[in-house]
């Protein structure tokens, strides 16, 4: 059972523009909404996250935005650059001891072209 | 810093056997999480080792273990390799336990190929 689905697959945008992936979660007991950054031959690396309690976290030219009646969550990325070009998986977790790991989405692939 | 250290990078084993994966975390790190990479499953969740004791382990079979040491190093073992076991194994380290308002730091990751 697939918890946090993610969309689109791949996306291509071009520099300058907005870059916008979004997850949709199942589980409304998910307390923390991270998104990871993934080049190729690295390991992910947290970009950026957010709690429940806040509908908008913005940090340089990312922002998480949170709607948790609708169990979604969206990456936008302003002014994308060449440099954006990765991977990006939105992920989930609750709090729970025992039961405490972090969910993925299946990842998108954005390509951002000059 | 030294960031996280997989060992060995890349390895091909074939099916039946078995396999051990290292990783070293961050230093001060005493958190080791273990995940699988695949193009199909994308990111899945092993297991996680604090004070080397295992605190939440995820949907796999038995043939996937772990364990940590004393110095926060920590090892997998995948046991009777099937085709599917072909992946990234990927590690990540945090300072403290748990995952959730916790960064995770990954590695590189092992790519296990399975023949």
């Known amino acids: 059972q697939q918890q946090v689905k993610q969309s689109p697959q791949s996306l291509i945008v071009q520099k300058g523009g907005i870059s916008i992936i979004n997850c949709a979660y199942e589980?409304?007991?998910?307390?923390?909404f991270p998104w990871y950054q993934q080049f190729p031959g690295k390991g992910p690396a947290l970009l950026i996250a957010?709690?429940?309690?806040?509908s908008e976290k913005k940090e340089g030219r990312f922002t998480i935005s949170f709607n948790k009646s609708a169990k979604q969550f969206s990456l936008h990325i302003m002014d994308s650059q060449p440099g954006d070009s990765a991977t990006y998986f939105c992920?989930?977790?609750?709090?729970?001891?025992?039961?405490?790991?972090?969910?993925f989405g299946t990842g998108t692939r954005l390509t951002i072209i000059p | 810093k030294a960031g996280v250290t997989q060992t060995p990078r890349y390895l091909i084993k074939t099916r039946g056997q078995q396999v051990t994966l290292s990783c070293s975390p961050i230093?001060?790190?005493?958190?080791v999480s273990w995940y699988q990479q695949t193009p199909g499953q994308g990111l899945q969740f092993l297991f996680e080792?604090?004070?080397?004791?295992?605190?939440n382990k995820g949907n796999f079979p038995g043939r996937f273990s772990g364990r940590q040491f004393s110095n926060s190093r920590s090892e997998m073992n995948v046991s009777t390799l099937e085709l599917g076991d072909s992946a990234l194994y990927l590690c990540?380290?945090?300072?403290?336990?748990?995952?959730?308002?916790?960064?995770?730091?990954f590695g590189p990751g092992t790519r296990l190929t399975v023949l």
């Open positions: 990540a380290s945090s300072p403290w336990a748990g995952v959730t308002y916790n960064e995770q730091f």
């Open positions: 589980n409304t007991a998910f307390d923390y």
């Open positions: 957010i709690r429940p309690d806040v």
């Open positions: 992920a989930a977790s609750l709090s729970r001891f025992g039961n405490e790991k972090l969910t």
């Open positions: 230093s001060g790190h005493r958190s």
């Open positions: 080792y604090f004070s080397e004791t295992q605190r």
